[in-house]
């Protein structure tokens, strides 16, 4: 063969071989990138979501203690972040979130707590109703960033 075709088949395989590598990398770079951001944009929703439910929540929590349920609309918000809940969160979550309803429900129908035994239950018990669920997103959210 003619070294002139050898060398010139060098150079057109070396340059399909190096834009072949190039157009592999970008096309990985993208893919990942668009995954990343993906994941993120879930993790930020995930994360209003879950606020927007513990703040809700929380309010109902203390509602609760001073207060009989006199208007069933007044768990009408908390029922409907649940629902949205329940179409993301992972398992965990949900049981948490169902978990804090029915102790707001319960709550509700239970006897007035005055401030002297609010006290006491806080120094006691450390009452905090919220906290195994806000744990609960936590890993979830942790174990989403670890594939980011």
């Not at 990138?33 to 703040?55: M, S």
């Not at 809940?85 to 169902?98: G, M, N, T, Y």
Request: net charge negative; glycine share 4%; aromatic share 6%.
């Amino acid at each position: 063969m003619d070294t002139t075709i050898v060398t010139a088949l060098a150079g057109i395989v070396g340059s399909l071989c190096g834009g072949s590598a190039s157009v592999a990398t970008a096309w990985v770079t993208h893919k990942t990138r668009a995954k990343r951001e993906g994941i993120r944009a879930e993790v930020n929703k995930r994360e209003a979501l879950y606020g927007e439910f513990i703040n809700e929540c929380s309010q109902r929590v203390m509602d609760s203690l001073a207060r009989n349920l006199d208007k069933p609309e007044t768990l009408l918000s908390i029922y409907a972040l649940l629902n949205r809940i329940r179409l993301c969160a992972s398992e965990a979550v949900l049981a948490q979130a169902q978990e804090i309803v029915r102790f707001i429900m319960d709550q509700y129908f239970a006897p007035n707590v005055s401030v002297q035994e609010f006290h006491e239950h806080v120094h006691n018990d450390g009452i905090d109703p919220l906290k195994a669920f806000s744990e609960a997103c936590r890993r979830e959210l942790v174990s989403m960033h670890a594939h980011v």
